[in-house]
């Protein structure tokens, strides 16, 4: 086993590559994917410690989003304040991004977190170009992610992106001239969705601490999951159940280096019916079947979960229900009209807090 310090220097080599057929040889060996993410994790933290900052001697920085620890918990919480008042007062911010331009840089499938950044730009005045798949960009023609930036600094002023190999964005954002969102990056992290998730929780709910939160499903390549935990670990008295198959179960990374090292109170089930009485918030998440090495395995664990009316009888009153979507059958059509079914209104709360996020890391938000 590889000491940290030598995963940091390994996964920078690796992401220094550039080279994205490379790369994804490599991640594809499985083992040193486990090690690529432990590394990749640190390395973040590391990074982010270092950036979480937006003034210095006065002069505005550019920031990037990679991870949720990008912004310190104070940070966060001016954003989602922006966000509720953007959300209460859209006219207001019509105007704020005139003339600015957001690119959309997906090298994988998205429906709700491309269209969400896009409507974001565009409530904010600005406007928006882009690519919605690695094939109709000059991925497809082996140019690497640093390149692609590169070039996309001269075309925007922010970029959104999402790629299937973990640590794209952040190898993008190294040699970028403009702001780089992480908006998936495979298995590993979605901070852009975690705000989401924060909005939702705290617009509802009223609070991010005193929460006793369950993750149910793909724990293991649900990034969604991976992002929220890293970010919710940072309000008080947080309790997390995790409830997944054996074989899903969220990796070490974040057991290990995340919870128990945090001192973190959690614990792991297998029946969702076991946990459900004891959940403010039941995160519900689709099994990833684009990351599964064999089509066999995502077959027999497609439908593990499946939240009905009846087990919503057993969770409290004012439980709520949120979901990353999309959703496939984790989730049965008939618990969408229980009004403890907010997943609609989370991808509603995606827009506004894009829009917080967009102002923030242009520098815009305090105009
Ligand atoms: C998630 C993602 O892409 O990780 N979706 C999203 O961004 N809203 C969840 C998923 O695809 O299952």
Redesign the pocket.
Known sequence: MLKLSQLYETSIQLLSVQNSYILSYILQQKSVKANLNIALSYYMIEKCNKNCYAKKNGRQIMRHLMSPLDFSVEELDKLLDLANDIEAHPEKYAHKCDGKKLATCFY?P?T??RLSFEAAMLNLGGSVLGFHSADSSSASKGESVSDTIRVISCYADICAM?HPKEGAPLVASEKSRIPVIN??DGGHQ?P??TLADLLTIRSIKGRLNNITIGFCG?LKF???VHSLINALIRYDNVRIVLISPEELKVPDYVRDDVLRANNIEFKEVEKLEDAMGELDVLYM??V?KERFFNEEDYVRLKDFYILTKEKMELAKDDMIVLH???RVNEISVDVDDDPRACYFRQ?QY?VYVRMALILTLLGLAED
Request: hydrophobic share 25%; glycine share 10%; net charge positive.
């Open positions: 994988e998205s709700r977190t999402r908006a998936g979605h852009a969705q793909d649900g990034r969604t998440t689709r990833q990353p979507l999309p991808a995606a």
